[in-house]
């Protein structure tokens, strides 16, 4: 049998959109498969309809050689597919034990065999060469070892495709390399992995084939030792983006003005001294490992978290934010890292997303004056090409960056002096990150003075003036506009590690 997995002619329609249109894909047992495409390409559906969250409108699946239809994720779980999120569904307050066998526990005259659990999820976690304890709580673990708990899970449910759905996102360099060893130990045992991911250099490294998707219908499959990145690139967007090393700003500015400072910055548990500070069209970046500190950094500026001591300046003033209203009062924004839970509202319209924050502005006696609303939702769709059929669609049938591009849009309709964007490119694909960025450059070219927090050395390098690196809650170090390059980055991160 050649193939594990056959998806022939799968469409799938939702109100106004086309997600899929005759779509194929192909797994073998025992490789790592990427699937590829634009934010909006229908990645996410074909995936939803593999592991029973969706059910497709017309084609076939074939699964171990015979004819399937996947209705539900029972169906899917029956079957031998699993998925492991981007956000992870664990319980952080049970064993790891108990992670693994949930909603499956072993019993003993109908109560829970303990003795078993514990012992049948050592054995497997052993295997796997994960040096973790199955009593433990999950919570004790960082996120890689709760990936591999996760994956473990997927695992004990005898599984034969597991799909990994942006697994790195919130992992470090010597993270994602355990993640590597261990998908490559379940490709040896014949598990088929699809992996999904915007990170180029991860797909190259890791995986044999790649499917492309583009605008919902089935591009190609190639075999990635010969595909060129560049070839990939313009196969998915559809025309070629020239790779800069520097993003273009239309207007540098070289104003010596401060618009927001930190001194000596103390925030138990997590900041012990920082003092940083931007000027008036500056892009300021903050680099450094998981748990250096960089979000707490950022939610201290926007009046999300009361630092115990230091001082923040506001244009040369000191302020005391009690909360994130008080740093919107002063003409602050912030992009936050995890847009699905704190950024957007998913059920809401695209128009009341871009107004949520401004309502005010638009609102004469307590009534908002739609007319005006209207036009700033239009002015933002336009300006930044947000892709929708309407300023009534639901945000979350939007793609990731087009959500990201409405949050930039709800923040600037405030008219700000200080935006903070961390990680503003996680989880969208090549095209949209170049958007983003774009859009960075000309909030910063309007005078803003902008904060980017971001895991990846080379969007930092190409987009910022000066980067603060942290280290264990203090300022490590900081690069000037002329020494910024992903390696440098590097270095001084490396030179901080313990």
């Known amino acids: 049998m050649e193939f594990i997995l056959e998806m022939k002619k799968i ?13 194929d894909f192909r797994m073998k047992p025992g490789e790592i498969h990427s699937l590829m495409g634009e934010n909006g390409a229908g990645k996410s559906t074909l995936i939803k309809i593999l592991t029973g969250v969706y059910e497709k409108d017309e084609g076939t699946i074939i699964f171990n050689g015979k004819k399937v239809e996947i209705k539900n994720t029972i169906d899917a779980q029956n079957l031998g597919i699993s998925t492991v999120y981007q956000e992870l569904n664990m319980v952080p307050h049970l064993s790891v034990g108990e992670n693994i066998f949930v909603g499956r526990y072993p019993k003993k005259n109908n109560v829970i065999d303990w003795k078993t659990l514990f012992s049948d999820a050592q054995k497997l976690l052993d295997s796997m060469g994960l040096n973790i304890n199955a009593k433990a709580m999950l919570s004790n673990y960082g996120t890689a070892a709760q990936q591999m708990v996760s ?9 034969k495709i597991i799909v990994l759905d942006e697994p790195t996102s919130s992992l470090d360099t010597e993270e994602v390399e355990m993640l590597f060893r261990l998908v490559r130990e379940l490709k040896t045992k014949g598990i088929a992995i699809l992996f999904i991911s915007h990170r180029l250099d991860e797909v190259y490294k890791i995986s044999d084939r790649i499917t492309i998707l583009k605008d919902g219908r089935y591009e190609g499959t190639y075999l990635t030792k010969e595909l060129s990145q560049n070839e990939l690139i313009t196969k998915m967007v559809g025309h070629e983006i020239e790779q800069k090393d520097k993003i273009e700003r239309t207007h540098q500015y070289s104003s010596e003005e401060c618009v927001i400072a930190l001194d ?13 500070h931007i000027k008036k069209g500056e892009i300021v970046g903050l680099a450094g490992l998981l ?22 300046r506001l244009k040369e003033a000191n302020i005391f934010l009690r909360n994130p209203r008080d740093g919107v009062k002063n003409r602050m924004a912030f992009c936050t ?16 997303n871009i107004l949520l924050s401004s309502l005010k502005g638009i609102s004469n006696y307590g009534f908002l004056n739609k007319s005006k609303g209207d036009e700033i ?28 591009k409405v949050i930039l849009a709800r923040w600037l309709a405030t008219n700000p002096e200080f935006i903070i964007f961390d990680e503003p490119t996680r989880g969208i694909d090549v095209g949209a990150k170049r958007d983003v960025e774009n859009l960075i450059a000309e909030v910063a070219d309007m ?3 902008v904060l980017l927090i971001s895991s990846e050395m080379s969007e930092l390098a190409r987009n910022c003036d000066r980067v603060y690196v942290l280290r264990d809650g203090c300022v490590a170090g900081e690069i000037s506009e002329q020494e910024i390059c992903p390696a440098t980055i590097t270095e001084v991160i490396s030179d901080c590690k313990i």
Do not use: W
């Open 11 to 23: 469409q799938k329609s939702f109100p106004g959109v086309k997600a899929l249109q005759e779509v």
């Open 151 to 159: 994956i473990a899970r997927a695992i004990s449910l005898h599984c």
């Open 264 to 276: 000596s910055i103390v925030s138990k548990p997590k900041l012990k001294n920082i003092s940083i």
């Open 291 to 312: 748990g250096s500190g960089r979000t707490e950094t950022a939610q201290v500026m926007f009046g999300y978290t009361i630092p115990d001591s230091g001082k923040i």
């Open 337 to 352: 890292e995890n847009r699905r839970e704190e950024g957007i509202i998913p059920n809401m319209s695209v128009r009341n």
């Open 377 to 404: 939702v239009q002015k933002y769709i336009d300006r930044f090409k947000i892709k929708t059929p309407s300023p009534n669609q639901k945000i979350k049938n939007l793609s990731g960056g087009n959500q990201q």
């Open 447 to 449: 005078g803003l003075a």
